[in-house]
């Protein structure tokens, strides 16, 4: 598995089209730094196997956005775990995938019960395990580089799969100086932003205990 990515992320560095992304501030690599912090991005994405963070995800709708605070844990492999720690209302729900059936319960209730559930873009795409799939397999990935007044950010785009009605395209800002995500967009086939994940904390690479995604 991580040879056939090595070898697509390989292809992916010589053959990345720089393609017009929408944004003030936007433009395609230029210098020889810019392009050698691309290439650590790469790299970072290729030898990602696991990590944790604190996130705050919004799902924007035609009529409003609904915000939430989570704790994620997910293995490239597929295997994650998601808790809502705000708003105080829906604090507590945790979704798992243990890499073969998802469940979904409130840590916060006594003597809880998890509840068999299915997979659902809406949830997946939230994952930046899953934008790493996503782009390295796209068939056509656009790379653009960000100044920003926190400085400098490479934005790494990929088409999501499945022909979604809403969720059309994944766009990651990684920060060149730290060489951490900052945060995922999806984005709906008119370009209108759907879901925003925005990263207040990252630790890549993490030991993740096989008991954070027992059922």
């Not at 409130?106 to 996503?134: C, Q």
């Not at 782009?135 to 490479?154: F, Q």
């Amino acid at each position: 598995m991580y040879k056939k990515i090595l070898a697509v992320c390989a292809l992916l560095v010589v053959l990345v089209f720089v393609s017009g992304c929408d944004g003030v501030g936007l433009r395609g690599p230029g210098n020889a730094e810019e392009l050698s912090s691309f290439e650590k991005i790469q790299r970072m994405l290729v030898e990602l196997h696991s990590y944790r963070a604190i996130a705050t995800i919004e799902y924007r709708a035609n009529k409003g956005s609904n915000i939430y605070e989570t704790v994620q844990h997910a293995r490239i492999t597929g295997e994650y775990r998601v808790e809502v720690t705000g708003p105080e209302h829906v604090a507590g729900a945790v979704t798992v995938n243990d890499g073969r059936n998802i469940v979904q319960f409130n840590a916060r209730t006594e003597g809880r019960v998890a509840v068999p559930v299915e997979e659902t873009p809406e949830r997946s795409e939230i994952f930046l395990t899953t934008f790493i799939k996503n782009y390295l397999l796209s068939n056509e990935v656009s790379v653009m580089v960000a100044d920003m007044e926190e400085g400098v950010r490479t934005v790494l785009e990929a088409t999501v799969p499945g022909n979604h009605p809403y969720l059309a395209t994944a766009r990651l800002w990684v920060d060149n100086e730290t060489l951490t995500p900052v945060k995922l967009i999806i984005l709906d086939p008119d370009g209108a932003e759907r879901i925003i994940v925005t990263y207040r904390a990252f630790e890549m690479n993490v030991v993740l205990d096989d008991a954070l995604f027992s059922m």
